[in-house]
């Protein structure tokens, strides 16, 4: 039974192999038509995109944690579907079910604020917040949203008390904000920068760890006066758990190989992400450390999904 194991993963693979995603036009959607040509030849088979769409990624997760762990069903995914899973019942169990391939690309969110704002910076919105207790509200794109995680982390971290106002999608809660109903969002890159440069919003601090070159010269929300916050979607591709080692370090290494393309990277860094290309471990640790700092902000703040 090993040596058939064996080598089924050498010679994988041998028929098409699909991809399960969200929505077609979406980010997620986005990235994988990027890849999959060079990674069908790469791996010498076709590589299909299937758009699953719908229940914040049950659908898709469900799909692929019932699939054959053979390396022929697999799911590429944000954030969501393992923080879903803190907020709701779902069908499935993400450390159980799946196996981390690699993270392919990460993006930060954008601290911005409405330009009628009386602040510049992140430790200004902090003392404005204080000042004035829930007076400041704060559009997301729905309860237990990225988004919505992302300044409820800010909240705890700062100590202060800003009004959620949730949206049915970061598009409304941005057209919102620019209409000034609320002060302030978090916001994904992709949809923020095109605000940003029009000066229909200020950026105050970008939400990952370090500078991001997609907004050069922003600051950090950890060095502009909140030490330790991060919050960042990151995205990658996941395999059906007991898929044989070889079959993924295969499947790590394409990707990995694919997202290092000069080409590959400019369109990733035009969409507001940038490439990485990690791991199995690495991408399993960046889930896991995900996983728990947002239980604890989800737990704190009573969070459920709409």
Known sequence: MLGAASA???????????IVTNEPGGGLDFALRVMTPALSS???????????????GVIAADIVAKASPDGYTL????????????????????VRD?????LAASSPNILVVHPSLPVNSVAELIALAKAKPGTLNYASGGRGAPTHLAAELFKSMAGVDIVHIPYKGSGPALISL???????????AVGGLVHVKAGRLKPLAVTSAKPSALLPGLPTVA??????????????????????AAVVQRLQH???????????KEKFFNAGTEVVGSTPAEFAAAVQADMTAMAKVIQAAGIRAD
């Open 8 to 18: 089924s993963a050498q010679s994988y693979p041998i028929k098409p192999i699909r």
């Open 42 to 56: 790469g791996l010498g088979q076709q590589v299909i995109v299937d758009n699953r769409g719908g229940a914040g």
């Open 75 to 94: 799911l590429y995914y944000s954030n969501g579907i393992w923080t879903l899973p803190l907020l709701q019942k779902v069908p499935y169990d993400f």
């Open 98 to 102: 799946f196996t981390p391939v690699t």
């Open 178 to 188: 620019i209409g000034g109903h609320e002060q302030l969002m978090f916001t994904v």
């Open 223 to 244: 060095a502009s006066g909140l030490p330790g916050y991060e919050s960042v979607s990151i995205q990658g591709l996941f395999a059906p758990a007991k898929t044989p």
């Open 254 to 264: 394409q990707v990995v190989r694919v997202v290092a393309r000069a080409e590959v």
